[in-house]
T-cell receptor, first 113, second 116 residues
Framework: DQQVKQNSPSLSVQEGRISILNCDYT??????FLWYKKYPAEGPTFLIS?????DKNEDGRFTVFLNKSAKHLSLHIVPSQPGDSAVYFC????????????FGTGTRLTVIP | SAVISQKPSRDICQRGTSLTIQCQVD?????MFWYRQQPGQSLTLIAT?????????ESGFVIDKFPISRPNLTFSTLTVSNMSPEDSSIYLC?????????????FGSGTQLSVL
């Protein structure tokens, strides 16, 4: 059973506009959420995270929003750049320990110049 | 962060054979993991590689199929044994440093395995 879901396999956005990637989860015990970015032929790299005690975390052009009541989080990229084109994975955990991460299936973002 | 070298980067193998994937880290790490990403699926944890002892496998994964070694704090191998086409996946080595609460994972570049 998939506990972390990314229902949009792909997204295309014009350069300079906002990219919004969505993620839903089913386990109410999750208290920490992460986004990873993956380029072709490379491993995923950590992008940004948020604890369940917050509803927003911002790092430069990247902002993650958490809606606990809806069990939903989103990643906003503003402004989008062609170099942002990659696959983005959402991940969640309910316990400390790197072996407790659950990943979504990923969303492929294409930023059109 | 860590620099993780994983090889081979890709391989095409025949059914019934085995492939060993190597993972080398540029610094000593507390935790090393092996993940699998099947086509269209999420990253799934296969096992935690424990230094000097047997790996800890997740539900659905067994040592006979995925033997793992970790002789020291910077190196690990994953073997995919008696391969079938269903084993065609990307296999990823990952590491984490403990003691920081919710650890972030650092990943190798992955091994794209195709089984004919």
């Amino acid at each position: 059973d998939q506990q972390v879901k990314q229902n949009s396999p792909s997204l295309s956005v014009q350069e300079g506009r906002i990219s919004i990637l969505n993620c839903d989860y089913t386990n109410s015990m999750f208290d920490y959420f992460l986004w990873y970015k993956k380029y072709p032929a490379e491993g995923p790299t950590f992008l940004i995270s948020i604890s369940s005690i917050k509803d927003k975390n911002e790092d430069g052009r990247f902002t993650v929003f958490l809606n606990k009541s809806a069990k939903h989080l989103s990643l906003h990229i503003v402004p989008s750049q062609p170099g942002d084109s990659a696959v983005y994975f959402c991940a969640a955990s309910s316990l400390t320990g790197a072996n407790n991460l659950f990943f979504g299936t990923g969303t492929r973002l294409t930023v059109i110049p | 962060s860590a620099v993780i070298s994983q090889k081979p980067s890709r391989d095409i193998c025949q059914r019934g054979t085995s492939l060993t994937i190597q993972c080398q880290v540029d610094s000593q790490v507390t935790m090393m993991f092996w993940y699998r990403q099947q086509p269209g699926q999420s990253l799934t944890l296969i096992a935690t590689a424990n230094q000097g002892s047997e790996a800890t496998y997740e539900s659905g994964f067994v040592i006979d199929k995925f033997p793992i070694s970790r002789p020291n704090l910077t190196f690990s191998t994953l073997t995919v044994s008696n391969m079938s086409p269903e084993d065609s996946s990307i296999y990823l080595c990952s590491v984490a440093y403990s003691g920081t609460g919710h650890e972030k994972l650092f990943f190798g570049s992955g091994t794209q395995l195709s089984v004919l």
